[in-house]
């Protein structure tokens, strides 16, 4: 069953059954209603082939094909074109289920259905998701490459469907993965791709060892990096990539620069020092020269910004030592921001090139949006960015909860249909308590404002406002010392970490690091940091007098990861979206595996069970009583006629069609997701009607029509074959004059002197040549007789039997007949002026019946017109000759 909405049994159990049957026939899409679940199979299926492709594109019925993403793009693609409003795709579903496989597929065939020719904007939005994936993607337990950051790809289209350019936004990119990582989890792929992949020369000047000795990469979980990964490849697709965005070779090599230097900061460790200070340690010194030396900077700059923090109080610097943790902190924090900024800045290169052109940027009419944003993650140790994550996932199922129930039972009661009995999960109130006014969020940015804030102080906090929140869904931690608490999500209980919260909430480096930076003799560093917006965070860069004005909490991670989430959900409110399911079949993440309780999790989490119920009860198409009746008119009346658009009109036309189980409400009609099909099915009726008719009149006006040509046309195609068996015998003729010409030859030898002999084979041979060019013409001519011939019999008998139709009324004679008609009569009208001479032409106008038949009239008549010319030349030439000699 393609469309779970139609199970008569609505239960769990019955929908893992569906799902895990079609699995096992690696059938991995599936509907409910105008919504598409997507099984992650782990293996290559064989089904986004150009010839898959080509079937899923134009007005194709969805009943018509197997339920595929590519139907899902398509479709939104028509939609956009026919209601010029924008559109998007929310893609969601568990880390590793396949999110970021299924925003590829998307792209591509969205590019694929609008082309007109394959542009350089079409291939670089092509090209961008692996460029994304080299330094936003890494491996963790659920997923071998898993999206460590979430991106909204924005498409601009034209009027005419033509893409005009994209824009990229990122969100939460997990920076704190450069500098930790979780067993069985690795860094980000770029670090393998420049330790493993970059010639050994490159690695070389830039002092890079094997994986095992980088501090930042050595605890790479084996699985992820010891397959046999060809990282060189890897690395020069990189490149080939980056050169066809435009990145020159100079930005390209800063770029390995930073990452390599990020390396080395991380190899830098710490001993204690007087005063409580700290010192690198005498084995990182190369270390620290290396890091210096890629990053612009003298070695003492860079062990000062990392063993000390200068504060800025009423414009007096405060210098304050870093004991060998602090000291090891500010390093991290160092090499996180340094990423951050490379992250950042790729990302506005790329949405520059990818950016509609000034000249054309007016014509922009609609939009396509598709976002791929992290699945809701639940880990042994859950910190601040799970948190952050899993908020986003609540925001993504609230507006699915809107627009699939909320919106829908809203629009039943403003049409005066009832719709009490729709009953739909609501999360709002774990929103309100996770980002609402006075949620943990909220609680986190009053904790971090504070220099005396603390962790333990901001888990006590939440568990005096919380606990007895509205949603039930925070549980606090068990005792003061405990720095944890668990929040109800809607995909279940998740306990959350909070070590170190404040500190990641507050992401600010100390006073001295950036202007430290800003010295660097790197170019590229120094843009780094001057650049005026963060793709990474997603907001606008302010000045500092600017910032000094804003409200304190607006400096915090979880500050502009609101206001960033804030503008995703804004963005989707404006669009029409398309919601893609995606189910991972096993936690092992093995093909052929189908893991009924862990799809039956993600089942739930995911409000499925609610989705088909109210889909099959509810109505997913809603059409006002105009656009319905104009668009369903033929169903109801004739062409010419133009009915009233009203209730009356549209329920005459719905039952007329035979629909059952639909609405009418006060301006509105309401139909089942697949009414559709069955009022395009009836229109096809009457549109196979309409064409027989058109058939009927075609043929009686091709009747007369042939009735006033038939006689014409019999007597030119007898014409025809009359002159063509006159240009055989003309075609003989010739040939017998050639045979008498060779006789001339002699004759000429003897009764001409030399000059007079020349200047008639000069003669001759003019006419030769002439004869020769009147042959080819002639046989283009006569190698279509055959052709002709064959035409002229077929015509003849078809003719005679439409002749005896026409005349007792039998059958219909088609337009497209007379055409063929009108083309042999052209052929044959143009083919003989085309290929003879003018002289030609005429004579064989004049005397062609004749000759046909008398040819030896005609022969004689040449042989007395010329041969006679020149016989005479030769008794006149001997009378000279005698009368010379005597």
């Not at 100079?250 to 990020?262: P, Q, W």
């Not at 979206?577 to 092992?588: A, E, G, L, Q, W």
Request: net charge neutral; with cysteine.
């Amino acid at each position: 069953m393609d469309d779970l909405a139609q199970l008569r049994e609505l239960s769990e159990s019955a929908l893992v059954k569906q799902l895990s049957s079609r699995f096992s026939k690696d059938v991995i899409y599936t509907y409910i209603g105008d919504i598409l679940v997507a099984c992650n199979p782990y293996r290559e299926l064989g089904l986004y082939t150009q010839a898959m492709q080509d079937k899923y594109k134009g007005r194709v019925p969805r009943t018509a094909v197997a339920p595929h993403v590519y139907f899902v793009a398509n479709y939104a693609y028509e939609r956009m074109m026919q209601t010029k409003t924008d559109q998007s795709f929310v893609i969601s579903g568990e880390s590793g289920a396949g999110k970021t496989e299924t925003t590829k597929h998307i792209i591509t065939h969205v590019m694929e259905v609008c082309k007109a020719g394959k542009t350089i904007l079409e291939t670089n939005i092509l090209r961008l998701n692996p460029l994304l994936e080299a330094f936003g993607n890494a491996q963790t337990v659920m997923n071998d490459n898993s999206s460590r950051f979430g991106k909204y790809i924005n498409l601009n289209f034209d009027r005419t469907g033509s893409v005009l350019g994209a824009e990229l936004t990122t969100y939460l990119l997990e920076k704190s993965r450069v500098t930790h990582l979780q067993d069985n989890e690795s860094n980000f792929h770029i670090f393998y791709y420049v330790l493993e992949g970059m010639s050994e020369e490159n690695r070389s000047q830039r002092h890079l060892k094997p994986v095992s000795q980088h501090a930042y990469v050595r605890n790479t979980s084996k699985s992820a990096h010891n397959k046999k990964r060809n990282m060189e490849q890897h690395f020069n697709q990189l490149l080939d990539m980056m050169f066809n965005f435009g990145f020159d070779a100079t930005e390209i090599d800063a770029l390995f620069d930073v990452i390599s230097a990020i390396l080395h900061i991380g190899d830098i460790a710490f001993t204690p020092a007087p005063n409580d200070g700290a010192s690198v340690s005498s084995s990182s010194s190369p270390s620290l020269q290396h890091a210096a030396e890629l990053t612009g900077l003298d070695e003492q700059q860079l062990q000062s910004i990392l063993t000390t923090a200068v504060t800025t109080t009423r414009g007096e610097h405060i210098v304050r030592l870093h004991d060998p943790t602090a000291a090891a902190d500010a390093r991290d924090s160092i090499a996180k921001s340094l990423y951050s900024r490379c992250f950042a800045w790729l990302i506005s290169s790329l949405n520059d090139t990818l950016a509609c052109d000034a000249s054309v940027s007016h014509l922009k009419a609609c939009s396509m949006g598709v976002l791929d944003i992290f699945g809701f993650e639940q880990f042994e140790e859950n910190s601040l960015e799970q948190l952050c994550i899993n908020i986003t996932n609540e925001h993504l199922q609230r507006f699915f909860n809107q627009h699939i129930f909320e919106m829908e039972v809203e629009a039943y009661k403003q049409e005066g249909i009832d719709g009490s009995e729709f009953s739909y999960p609501d999360n709002q109130d774990i929103i309100f308590l996770c980002a609402g006014k006075g949620g943990i969020l909220s609680l986190l940015n009053e904790k971090s404002r504070f220099p005396q804030g603390s962790d333990n102080a901001f888990v006590n906090k939440c568990g005096e406002q919380l606990k007895q929140h509205r949603s039930n869904a925070f549980t606090p931690a068990r005792s003061s010392r405990d720095l944890k608490f668990t929040v109800n999500h809607f995909a279940g209980q998740v306990t959350y970490s909070c070590e170190g919260f404040l500190e990641k909430n507050k992401d600010k480096l100390a006073d001295s690091v950036v202007p430290t930076l800003l010295q660097s003799r790197s170019e590229f560093l120094v843009a780094l940091y001057t650049a005026q917006r963060d793709m990474a965070s997603g907001f606008k860069v302010q000045s500092k007098r600017r910032q000094s004005k804003q409200s304190a909490n607006l400096a915090t991670l979880s500050s502009f990861f609101l206001k960033s989430l804030d503008e995703l959900m804004s963005a989707l409110n404006r669009t029409m979206p398309h919601f893609v399911r995606c189910i991972k079949p096993n936690t092992d993440k093995k093909p052929h595996a189908f893991n009924s309780k862990a799809v039956s999790k993600q089942l739930k989490y995911a409000g499925v069970l609610e989705t088909v119920r109210i889909r099959q009860a509810g109505y997913a198409v809603r059409m006002s009583f105009e656009e319905f009746c104009k668009h369903y008119r033929i169903i109801f009346c004739k062409a010419h006629e133009q009915p009233n658009t009203d209730a009356e009109t549209a329920q005459r036309i719905l039952t007329l069609a035979g629909l059952k189980n639909y609405r009418i409400g006060t301006s509105k009609v309401f139909l089942k997701y697949n009414h559709i099909d069955e009022l395009q099915l009836a229109m096809r009726k009457h549109a196979e009607a309409l064409r027989f008719v058109r058939k009927v009149c075609k043929g009686f006006i091709a009747r007369v029509r042939y009735r006033a040509i038939l006689a014409a046309k019999r007597e030119t195609l007898d014409a025809v074959a009359a002159l063509l068996t006159a240009c055989e015998v003309h075609r003989d003729a010739i040939g017998e004059f050639r045979k008498k010409r060779r006789v001339l030859d002699v004759l000429l030898e003897e009764t001409m002197d030399d000059d007079e002999r020349q200047g008639v084979l000069d003669r001759i041979a003019a006419m030769d040549t002439a004869i020769d060019t009147e042959l080819e013409k002639l046989n283009d001519v006569l190698k279509t007789n055959d052709e002709l011939r064959m035409e002229i019999k077929k015509l003849k008998t078809q003719f005679d039997r439409q002749e005896h139709e026409a005349a007792h009324g039998m059958g219909t004679y088609d337009e497209d007949d007379v055409e063929d008609l009108y083309a042999v009569e052209r052929s044959v009208e143009d083919t003989i002026p085309r290929k003879l001479d003018p002289e030609i032409k005429k004579r064989l106008s004049v005397h062609a019946l004749k000759q046909a038949d008398a040819p030896k009239e005609y022969t004689d008549t040449m042989r007395k017109g010329f041969f006679g010319t020149l016989f005479g030349r030769r008794k006149k030439h001997k009378s000279h000759k005698k009368k010379k000699s005597s």
